[in-house]
């Protein structure tokens, strides 16, 4: 890989309601609003050397991704280390009751049968590994919030926090080989001592 573009899924159904979804076997549609975002990814991107699109085991990052590549023939790759993350028993509920608990809770805590944020993190490291690894010159990420702002975050040389800044729909962010490889590697190094800025 040389270089990365890479890209939050369009509106989906939970997200246009502010639900939390961290389980990809349920269905997640996306809105119509949603396709018409993925519409404006595809002409965004559409002069871009695209050889390889990843994407994750979410519906909405796949049809967020089909509907972008509509025309062009570039095969998708699922890689599930790059799956939003795992809210246990938030699944389904309100954003707001998940953000609730992710304001006061360590980087550590683990919601019941889920993941904590330091989990996701070095699990999102893993799979821009994966990115990194490919042949493929150019490749499209198609993902979530959380693991599009990981990546960015660490490219500004700054780690996870306990709420993220939302991350725009179906808008492309460009990285090179460079940049997402340091990104990468200050990711893992978060996860393996993991604090929030600031923190006493």
């Known amino acids: 890989m040389e270089t990365a573009i890479v890209a939050r899924h369009a509106e989906s159904v939970f997200s246009a309601r502010a639900a939390m979804n961290g389980d ?19 002409l965004a991107v559409r002069d871009e050397p695209i050889e390889l699109c990843v994407v994750t085991e979410f519906e909405r990052t796949r049809r967020t991704a089909e509907i972008a590549l509509e025309g062009r023939d570039v095969p998708l790759l699922v890689v599930r280390e790059l799956n939003d993350i795992n809210v246990g028993t938030f699944e389904g509920g309100p ?78 962010y460009k990285v090179t080989r460079t940049e997402l490889l340091e990104a990468v590697d200050d990711l893992e190094r978060w996860a393996a001592n993991p604090s929030w800025a600031g923190a006493a």
């Open 95 to 172: 954003l707001e009751e998940y953000l609730a608990w992710a304001r006061a809770a360590s980087p550590l805590a683990v919601p019941s049968g889920g993941e904590s944020r330091a989990e996701a993190a070095a699990r999102v490291a893993r799979g821009y590994r994966v990115v990194l690894e490919r042949a493929e010159r150019h490749v499209l990420v198609v993902a979530h919030g959380l693991t599009v702002r990981y990546l960015l975050l660490a490219v500004a040389g700054e780690g996870p926090r306990p709420v993220l800044d939302k991350v725009d729909y179906a808008t492309p």
């Open 24 to 42: 990809p076997a349920v269905a997640g549609p996306l809105t119509e609003e949603g396709v018409r975002q993925a519409r404006r990814l595809g």
